[in-house]
């Protein structure tokens, strides 16, 4: 599958590949994390989230990974489809109120 | 479909004019955020309401106000607008306070001429 190891902006894989979307957040007293995935025109869409007593978290095709450590957020997208063709932000919530949204990455996927 | 529901959905106004956009959260939730995304600064939150009550601040500028009414819609107001207020501000909903999944309306595209 395609990964990325830093934030990059861009991420272009195949059909079926998996695909690894990175992020790193900013501050060690977030809690609650998010991945959402936003289409041309519409709002960010919920995937999943995750909360700082776990470090993975599993959903349909998406696993969150989350290393405290080093401050490391990944989504995993299992078995890429053209319709996961988006762009995907990471957010933290660091006192269980606003969402601090990281720089999105525009995943596009190929048939 | 989120279940929050933002209108207009866009809006085009010039300099110096005042706006008001409006959000209905998902049925059932009480707290409202509202966010303005540009392409220069990304998502960027701005105000949160829950049951009525200002709950927490961002980035909000003073020209820019919100409240959330008794029946738990928000309306958020923009005056004396400039070029740079030009962006898509998203509402968003979430059952209680926080550390929940947020769910986003689709936008309100705000346009100054």
């Known amino acids: 599958g395609e990964s990325v190891g830093l934030h990059l902006p861009t991420l272009s894989v195949q059909e079926g590949d998996n695909s690894i979307i990175n992020c790193a957040y900013s501050?060690?007293?977030?809690?609650?994390f998010i991945w959402y995935k936003q289409e041309s025109g519409k709002g960010p869409q919920f995937i999943i989230d995750?909360?700082?007593?776990?470090d993975k978290r599993q959903g349909q095709r998406v696993t969150v990974l989350l290393n405290k450590t080093v401050k490391h957020l990944s989504l995993q997208i299992a078995a890429t489809q053209p319709g996961d063709s988006a762009v995907y932000f990471c957010a933290e919530s660091p006192a269980g109120t606003a969402l601090i949204f990281g720089k999105g990455t525009t995943l596009s996927v190929s048939s | 479909d989120s279940g929050v529901t933002q209108t207009p959905k866009h809006l085009i106004t010039a300099t110096g004019q005042r706006v008001t956009l409006r959000c209905s959260p998902r049925s059932g939730d009480l707290s409202v955020y509202w966010y303005q995304q540009s392409l220069d600064q990304g998502l960027q939150f701005l105000i949160q309401y829950y049951n009525g009550e200002e709950r927490a601040k961002g980035n909000i500028l003073e020209r820019f106000s919100a409240q959330q009414f008794p029946d738990l819609h928000s309306e958020l107001n923009l005056s004396s607008l400039e070029l740079g207020d030009s962006a898509l501000y998203f509402c968003?909903?979430?059952?209680?306070?926080?550390?929940?999944?947020?769910?986003f309306g689709d936008g309100t595209r705000l346009s100054i001429l």
């Open positions: 968003a909903s979430s059952v209680g306070r926080g550390n929940q999944p947020q769910h």
């Open positions: 995750i909360r700082s007593n776990m």
């Open positions: 501050n060690s007293a977030s809690d609650y």
